[in-house]
T-cell receptor, first 115, second 112 residues
């Protein structure tokens, strides 16, 4: 079965640079979520999109922005990178279910290292 | 705000023994609860989810969890541990379409 695709899988950047992470959801999934997982930490929810509109916002820094495109893929843009942004970034996707919880399927993650 | 607490950052069991990973939730409304597993350097894989249809939920790889409202718990169990079960396990809670709020995780160690 098709899974969530994230690219790149690994990314190394210098401080104050910018980075763009891409996420391709499972076909027919209409919602995309972004999470940040620091070393030894639990994943922290950043932001989500439903049908190309922002649907929920978590602890996303102002330096970060994201959007969902017409083909439902999503991009997370990160500017003025800091050492503390080094983490594993997960994308998850789901299909909106009426009357029940949306099950989020996670991608393999993008490991961002800021030097 | 919803939250989950996982008791025990590390749990060690012998191969073949019962696995019990604890999760307690805090929510003012009936929550949606999930258990995810994460193997080293990999993404999160859904083990099971509570949908309010049944209090005992069966998941993949022989895991199951029981929702107990009186105890605000959703503990994960497996009757017989296998070496391949060694991983990080996360309990999570959400509203229907919100981002998940994860617990701190429990590292499961399987002793041969």
């Amino acid at each position: 079965a098709a899974g969530v695709i994230q690219s790149p899988r690994h990314l190394i950047k210098e401080k104050r640079e910018t980075a763009t992470l891409k996420c391709y959801p499972i076909p027919r999934h209409d919602t995309v979520y972004w999470y940040q997982q620091g070393p030894g930490q639990d994943p922290q929810f950043l932001i989500s999109f439903y049908e190309k509109m922002q649907s929920d916002k978590g602890s996303i820094p102002d330096r970060f922005s994201a959007q969902q495109f017409s083909d439902y893929h999503s991009e997370l843009n990160m500017s003025s990178l800091e050492l503390g942004d080094s983490a594993l970034y997960f994308c998850a996707s789901s299909w909106s279910v009426t009357g029940g919880p949306d099950t989020q399927y996670f991608g393999p993650g993008t490991r961002l290292t800021v030097l | 705000a919803q939250s989950v607490t996982q008791l025990g950052s590390h749990v060690s069991v012998s191969e073949g023994a019962l696995v019990l990973l604890r999760c307690n939730y805090s929510s003012s409304v009936p929550p949606y609860l999930f258990w995810y597993v994460q193997y080293p350097n990999q993404g999160l894989q859904l083990l099971l989810k509570y949908t309010s249809a049944a209090t005992l939920v069966k998941g993949i790889n022989g895991f199951e969890a029981e929702f107990k409202k009186s105890e605000t718990s959703f503990h994960l169990t497996k009757p017989s541990a296998h070496m391949s079960d060694a991983a990080e396990y996360f309990c999570a809670v959400s509203d229907r379409a919100d981002g998940l709020t994860f617990g701190k995780g429990t590292h499961l160690i399987i002793q041969p």
